[in-house]
C-alpha cells in the first residue's frame, strides 16, 4: 500500500520555466511533510518541509503547497536551472517529535532543459 | 548543518562474504537510525530502524539475520550484510534525525556490488 504516491516518474522543463512536482498522500495522521533532492549514487538531501498547520511554506525558488482536503502537496520551483536536475522524493511524518520514519513517495526525476 | 557519514562509499565482494556499512552521525547524538535501500530507478526502501541500546526493527519482508544492525553508540550504526549474494547488490543509505527537528539527514549512501 502506497501511502504516498509521486503519479509522474518524470518531468521536463525548459530552463526558466517553473517546474511543478506533485505528490498525494493518502494517510490522514500525516502531519508533517518533506521534499528532499537526490543525484545520482548520492544521499538524498533536504529542501524544504510544510507542518499540516500551514498551506504555504517559501524558501527562495523553492515554495511547497498544502491542500489537506485534497491530501495534495506540491513543490514549485521557480526559475528552473540546470543544476535542478535531479530526482525529487516527497514524504510524510506522523510524529510530531521527528524520531519517526518517513514514508518516502515514489520519486520524480526532473530535467531541466537548457 | 547535520552531517551523516557512511563508510565505505562503495564495496565489491565476493558472493558468500559479509560486508560491514557504518554510518556515523558527526556533529550530532541519535538514538535512532534509519537504514534504507533503493534500487535502480526506484524509491527509497525503508529497511529497519536502528535503535540505541536496543534491538533494530525491521520492515516486513527484511530478513533480520541477513541484515544485522548494530547500534553501539549515539554516533554510530552499522549494517552488515551476511552471506551476500548478487540480488544484495544495491545503493544502500543511512539517515538521522535530530531531536525536536522534523528533517532527517542522510548520510552519502554506500555502493554495494556483490559479485
Not at chain 1, 54 to 59: A, G, I, V
Not at chain 1, 86 to 106: D, H, I, P
Not at chain 2, 30 to 55: C, D, H, I, V
Amino acid at each position: 500500500d502506497q501511502q504516498v504516491k509521486q503519479n509522474s516518474p518524470s518531468l521536463s522543463v525548459q530552463e526558466g520555466r517553473i517546474s511543478i512536482l506533485n505528490c498525494d498522500y493518502t494517510n490522514s495522521m500525516f502531519d508533517y511533510f518533506l521534499w528532499y533532492k537526490k543525484y545520482p549514487a548520492e544521499g538524498p538531501t533536504f529542501l524544504i518541509s510544510i507542518s499540516s498547520i500551514k498551506d504555504k511554506n517559501e524558501d527562495g525558488r523553492f515554495t511547497v503547497f498544502l491542500n489537506k482536503s485534497a491530501k495534495h502537496l506540491s513543490l514549485h520551483i521557480v526559475p528552473s536551472q540546470p543544476g535542478d536536475s535531479a530526482v525529487y522524493f516527497c514524504a510524510a511524518n506522523s510524529n510530531r517529535f521527528g524520531n519517526e520514519k518517513l514514508t518516502f513517495g515514489t520519486g520524480t526525476r526532473l530535467t531541466i532543459i537548457p | 548543518g547535520a552531517v551523516v557519514s557512511q563508510h565505505p562509499s562503495r564495496v565489491i565482494c565476493k558472493s558468500g562474504t559479509s560486508v560491514k556499512i557504518e554510518c556515523r552521525s558527526l556533529d550530532f547524538q541519535a538514538t535512532t537510525m534509519f537504514w534504507y535501500r533503493q534500487f535502480p530507478k526506484q524509491s527509497l526502501m525503508l529497511m529497519a530502524t536502528s535503535n540505541e541500546g536496543s534491538k533494530a526493527t525491521y520492515e516486513q519482508g527484511v530478513e533480520k539475520d541477513k541484515f544485522l544492525i548494530n547500534h553501539a553508540s549515539l554516533t554510530l550504526s552499522t549494517l552488515t550484510v551476511t552471506s551476500a549474494h548478487p540480488e544484495d547488490s544495491s545503493f544502500y543509505i543511512c539517515s538521522a534525525p535530530i531531536a525536536g527537528v522534523y528533517e532527517q539527514y542522510f548520510g552519502p549512501g554506500t555502493r554495494l556490488t556483490v559479485t
